[in-house]
């Protein structure tokens, strides 16, 4: 886990703050083990599920991934997960169904889920984490969808999202909003993961973050290992909410400008690698901080 943190330079902004509790950050996928030792301290609040949503059981699916992203934004600083902003104040709308027989779960919808985003923009959360997909191809278009990012973009919230594990080069029409950041995954040798999409919006608004063999608090106790772009994207997720908790004036463009790496110039539809210290060095240009 420290190779995590050295590899995406993030270890003086850990030193420098461990979040704030103003600084909300949502979580639309599965539920959350709340109860796992490494997440009791950390402020989780829960918004509404449907029955299909809620922990059946610690083993389940949604509950074993949600749980899992949960880690590595709140879990103790201590733990074996990144526990990224565990000061941070933690919203968490669970949409990921969670049955033990999958046949009978519903699919997310581009529907609910931009229900979801915009339930979750209401609630509070100033950064939303989606480390989830749709089941339709990612060619499509989503209308609600982008309605439902033109409103982050109008409150200021901004919208951090896995890129996919269905090892596409092109578009990514779920991520084509220009407010959005996609993430995509990569080994710890700066290499694209082979399953992890990319493509022109991943490359022109997008970042790479460490997502194979991430370990992270297990719904059922103790860790997990998860590989993919769901594991990438908190990691980006939690440098935004520690900038925003040591610059909580900035404005959500300033702090999306300072993520994306305006140092870099991007000429390819792979993004660049995640890099707090250098998010930080931005912000902390400015003359009004």
């Excluded at 997440?39 to 922990?55: D, F, M, N, Y």
């Excluded at 899992?68 to 600083?77: D, H, K, P, T, W």
């Amino acid at each position: 886990m420290v190779n995590y943190l050295e590899f995406i330079n993030i270890k003086q902004l850990l030193a420098a703050t461990s979040g704030r509790a103003e600084i909300v950050v949502g979580i639309i996928d599965g539920p959350v083990q709340g109860d796992h030792p490494d997440l009791q301290a950390a402020s989780i609040r829960a918004l509404p599920a449907a029955p299909e949503v809620i922990c059946q059981t610690k083993e389940s699916i949604g509950c074993v991934h949600g749980t899992f992203i949960a880690g590595i934004l709140c879990a103790q600083r201590e733990s074996q997960a990144p526990g990224l902003c565990p000061d941070c104040t933690v919203l968490v709308k669970p949409i990921l169904c969670d049955l033990a027989d999958l046949e009978q779960c519903p699919k997310v919808t581009p529907e609910n889920l931009a229900s979801a985003v915009k339930e979750v923009i209401d609630a509070g959360a100033r950064v939303i984490n989606l480390s989830l997909g749709l089941p339709t191809t990612s060619l499509q278009e989503q209308p609600v969808l982008q309605e439902a990012f033109d409103y982050a973009f109008q409150k200021g919230v901004l919208i951090v999202g896995a890129a996919g594990n269905q090892g596409r080069l092109g578009r990514v029409a779920l991520f084509d909003h220009p407010w959005t950041i996609p993430v995509a995954a990569c080994n710890m040798q700066g290499e694209l993961y082979s399953k992890s999409n990319s493509g022109i919006s991943v490359g022109k608004s997008g970042l790479m973050a460490p997502g194979v063999d991430i370990v992270s608090t297990y719904s059922g106790g103790g860790y997990t290992q998860m590989t993919g772009t769901s594991a990438a994207t908190p990691f980006v997720t939690g440098t935004i909410a520690l900038l925003w908790s040591l610059f909580p004036q900035a404005t959500a463009g300033e702090i999306r400008r300072a993520i994306l790496r305006p140092d870099i110039r991007r000429k390819s539809i792979i993004p660049p690698l995640l890099n707090a210290e250098a998010s930080w060095r931005t912000l902390s240009a400015k003359a009004n901080y």
